[in-house]
């Protein structure tokens, strides 16, 4: 029944690793992102694809890549992780309107990562 | 660059009082506004979503307003309950969708 998954809810790592995050949307949308909360809890946009395609980077770090393997699926990999990358990170989709507007975006629940 | 802001930051009220929680955007080229709700340590649930070309929407209690011309929504909250409590979040879309910080609201049994 969930709209939006995401996998893991947890994640806890050291410094330098490297990991991922899987999205997945059973909404039948077109559009995914990838949100990041900080610990002051402001919601960020890092990412946002439309039909597998790259629309959105919000001067997120080169270590940060998204890979969208179909429409239904959007992924972040994190090389050499900091400090500075615990968050929460949310995924979220949507169904893209004409003219590049977007309707109503679907968050899933949230991966809160800490990096020791 | 557009930015979000929500006033107050925090909110204490008795149940069965009225909730008023006000956003306000610099940039009213806007295609939509949403207001979402947040529980802590979970997501976001999407509560209203007001077009541009909307003045206002209502679901249930709630019941949101959007002034683009001014650069302002205010999300009402009728007969607030315990349940209500949670952070409540506006976020405007342009090209994308752009968050206040939110307001946490806590209503007293």
């Known amino acids: 029944d969930t709209a939006v998954s995401q996998t893991p809810k947890y994640l806890v790592t050291q410094m330098g690793n490297d990991k991922s995050i899987k999205c997945e949307q059973n909404l039948g949308h077109d559009t995914m992102y990838w949100y990041k909360q900080d610990s002051k809890k402001f919601l960020k946009i890092m990412f946002s694809y439309n039909n597998k395609e790259l629309i959105i980077n919000e001067t997120v770090p080169n270590r940060f890549s998204p890979k969208s393997p179909d429409k239904a699926h959007l992924n972040l990999h994190i090389n050499s992780l900091e400090l500075g990358d615990s968050a929460v990170y949310f995924c979220?989709?949507?169904?893209?309107?004409?003219?590049?507007?977007?309707?109503?975006?679907?968050f899933g629940p949230g991966t809160r990562l800490t990096v020791l | 660059k557009q930015e979000v802001t929500q006033i107050p930051a925090a909110l204490s009220v008795p149940e069965g009082e009225n909730l008023v929680l006000n956003c306000s955007f610099t940039?009213?080229?806007?295609?939509?506004l949403q207001w979402f709700r947040q529980d802590p340590g979970k997501g976001l649930t999407s509560l209203l979503l007001?077009?541009?070309?909307?003045r206002e929407q209502t679901s249930g209690r709630l019941n949101a307003s959007l002034d683009k011309s001014s650069g302002r929504s205010t999300l009402y909250i009728a007969a607030s309950q315990p349940g209500d409590s949670a952070t409540y979040l506006c976020a405007v879309t342009d090209y994308k969708l752009s968050f206040g910080a939110g307001t946490t609201v806590t209503v007293r049994a």
């Open positions: 979220a989709s949507s169904q893209a309107r004409q003219g590049g507007s977007y309707n109503e975006q679907f």
């Open positions: 940039d009213s080229a806007i295609y939509n």
């Open positions: 007001i077009q541009s070309s909307q």
